[in-house]
C-alpha cells in the first residue's frame, strides 16, 4: 500500500494532464487512482473492474486538493460501499474542493507570494528571492498533496467532515487577507520600480490606469485586462511610431 | 545588443516549454507565473534586470487572472520568454512596452492552444471510451500520456515561435525616447488589470481593507523621496 500510495502521491501531480471538456480531471483522477485500486484487483476483481471504471469518471476540483478525492474514492471502493454511493460522493467533492482549493491557493496563496516576490524585487534582492517564493510554495503545494491524499484514504466517505474539521477552511481567509495586503502594498511600488525617469512618465501611466478603471472596466466581461493592454499599448505604439 | 548562442537559444526554448507546461499540467509550481519565467530568461540571457522587468509588467496583467478549471484564460509564460529576449535588445525604458505588448499577444495565442489541446483531449477520449467502459487501466494511463505529450507539444511549439519570432523582430525594433510612452501606457494597464484583479478578489470583507491599508502603505513607501 505504501508504494501504491507514493505512486499516486507522484501522479497526483499530473492530474490535470489529459484535461478535457467531456470528463475535465476525470481521466487523471483515474491515472492517479489506479496504483491504490491495486491491491483491490487481487482481492476483487469484479469490484475492481467497477471501481476503475468509476474512478476515471467526470470529476473536477482544484488539482491540489484532487488528493482528498482520491483517497476518500478509493477507501469507499475498498469498504464495498455501493458503487452509486460512490458516484454520488465524486459529485459532491466537486465544488467544494474547487472553491476551497480556488479560494486558498489561486486567489490567496499565488497573488500572497507574488506580491512578496514583487516587493522583493523593487528591494533588489534580485531573481533569488523569487527562487525563494517559488521553493516556499512548492513546499506548501507538496505537504498539502501529501495531507489531501492521507485524509482523503483515512476518513472514506465522511471525508466531508474531516474537511470541515481540518485546517482547510480557516486557512484560506487568512491567507486572504496577506494576499489582499501584499498586492496592495506591491502595486504602487512595481509602478514606481518599473516607470521609466522621464517628466510625465507618471501621469501618463496614471492617465492609463483611469481610463482602464473608470471607462472601460464597466463594460465587462468583454473587455478584460489583456484586451484592453493589447488595444491600449498598440495605440501608445502607433502613436509613438507616427510622431516626429 | 545581445547575441544568444546556439546553447543560449536552446536553453530558452527548453524554459519557455517548461513554464508552459507548468500552466496546467505539470507540476503547476509557479514557474509559469510572468514574473518566475522573465527572471528565469533573463537570467539565462545574462540581463537580469531586463528579465525582472518584463516579468514583473506582465505579473500585473497575470494578477488579474485565476486559473479556474474550465475558464479559457491567457497562457503568458512562453510569450514572457520571448518578451525578454525582445526587450534585451535596447534601452529598457524603449523596449519594454513593446515587448509587453509581444507577450500579450504570445498569452492570447496560448489561451487558444490550450482550448485547442483540451478539445483535442476530448477527441481521443471519444476514440477510447470503449477502454474506459471496461475501466482499462492501460487506457487510462495511455490517454494521461497523450495528453502530457500534447502539452509538452503545445508549449514547446508556442516557446519557439515566441523565442524565434523575437529574434527576427529584434533587429526591426523601433527605437528612440518616444518609445517610451508606450511602456508608460502599458504599465497604466497592467497595474489597471492587477487592481482590478485585487479588487474583484477582495470582494466586500476585511480583505479589502487589508487590500486598501496596502495600498496607502505602498503609496507612502512609493512616494518618499
Known amino acids: ?244 | 545588443m545581445i547575441l544568444e548562442t546556439a546553447g543560449t537559444t536552446a536553453l530558452l526554448l527548453v524554459w519557455g516549454t517548461v513554464v508552459g507546461i507548468d500552466l496546467v499540467s505539470f507540476p503547476q509550481g509557479l514557474l509559469s507565473r510572468p514574473l518566475i519565467a522573465g527572471a528565469g530568461a533573463g537570467l539565462m540571457l545574462g540581463e537580469p534586470v531586463v528579465g525582472l522587468r518584463v516579468g514583473l509588467m506582465l505579473e500585473l496583467f497575470a494578477l488579474d487572472v485565476m486559473p479556474v478549471g474550465a475558464a479559457r484564460y491567457p497562457d503568458y509564460g512562453p510569450g514572457v520568454v520571448g518578451a525578454v529576449v525582445l526587450a534585451a535588445s535596447g534601452p529598457w525604458q524603449e523596449t519594454l512596452g513593446l515587448a509587453t505588448l509581444y507577450a500579450l499577444g504570445f498569452a492570447v495565442l496560448g489561451g487558444w492552444s490550450l482550448l485547442l489541446l483540451r478539445r483535442s483531449n476530448g477527441r481521443a477520449i471519444g476514440r477510447h471510451s470503449a477502454g474506459l467502459a471496461a475501466g482499462d487501466a492501460a487506457t487510462i494511463a495511455e490517454l494521461q500520456y497523450r495528453g502530457l505529450a500534447g502539452d509538452v507539444f503545445r508549449s514547446a511549439v508556442l516557446s519557439g515561435a515566441a523565442v524565434i519570432g523575437a529574434m527576427l523582430l529584434r533587429p526591426s525594433l523601433p527605437g528612440g525616447d518616444r518609445y517610451a510612452i508606450v511602456t508608460e501606457v502599458a504599465i497604466g494597464s497592467g497595474l489597471a488589470a492587477a487592481l482590478a484583479g485585487a479588487l474583484r478578489s477582495a470582494g466586500r470583507g476585511a480583505r479589502l481593507r487589508w487590500l486598501a491599508a496596502g495600498v496607502v502603505l505602498g503609496v507612502l513607501l512609493a512616494v518618499r523621496p
Not at chain 1, 45 to 55: F, G, I, L, Q
Not at chain 1, 64 to 69: I, P, Q, R, T
Open chain 1, 1 to 244: 500500500m505504501i508504494a501504491g500510495f507514493l505512486q499516486a502521491l507522484r501522479r497526483l501531480f499530473l492530474v490535470q494532464g489529459a484535461w478535457s471538456y467531456e470528463r475535465m480531471t476525470g481521466v487523471g483522477i483515474g491515472y492517479a487512482s489506479e496504483p491504490l485500486l491495486e491491491d483491490l484487483r487481487l482481492a476483487d476483481p469484479t469490484r475492481h473492474a467497477e471501481a476503475a471504471v468509476r474512478s476515471a469518471e467526470y470529476f473536477n476540483s482544484h488539482p491540489y486538493l484532487a488528493g482528498l478525492a482520491v483517497g476518500a474514492l478509493v477507501r469507499a471502493e475498498y469498504d464495498q460501499v455501493p458503487g452509486a454511493q460512490v458516484s454520488r460522493l465524486r459529485s459532491a467533492l466537486t465544488s467544494p474542493l474547487g472553491a476551497l482549493g480556488d479560494q486558498l491557493f489561486w486567489a490567496g496563496l499565488v497573488p500572497a507570494l507574488m506580491g512578496l516576490g514583487i516587493l522583493g524585487v523593487v528591494a533588489g534582492l534580485g531573481p533569488w528571492i523569487l527562487v525563494a517564493v517559488v521553493v516556499v510554495y512548492n513546499a506548501v503545494r507538496v505537504a498539502t498533496t501529501w495531507w489531501a491524499l492521507s485524509t482523503g484514504l483515512a476518513s472514506g466517505v465522511h471525508v466531508g467532515s474531516a474537511i470541515a474539521r481540518s485546517w482547510l477552511p480557516r486557512a484560506a481567509p487568512l491567507v486572504g487577507l496577506v494576499a489582499g495586503g501584499s498586492v496592495g502594498i506591491a502595486l504602487p511600488l512595481a509602478a514606481r520600480w518599473l516607470l521609466p525617469p522621464r517628466p510625465h512618465a507618471m501621469t501618463i501611466a496614471l492617465g492609463t490606469l483611469a481610463v482602464a478603471l473608470l471607462a472601460v472596466w464597466p463594460l465587462g466581461p468583454r473587455v478584460n485586462p489583456v484586451r484592453f493592454g493589447v488595444g491600449a499599448i498598440g495605440l501608445a505604439a502607433l502613436l509613438a511610431w507616427g510622431l516626429p
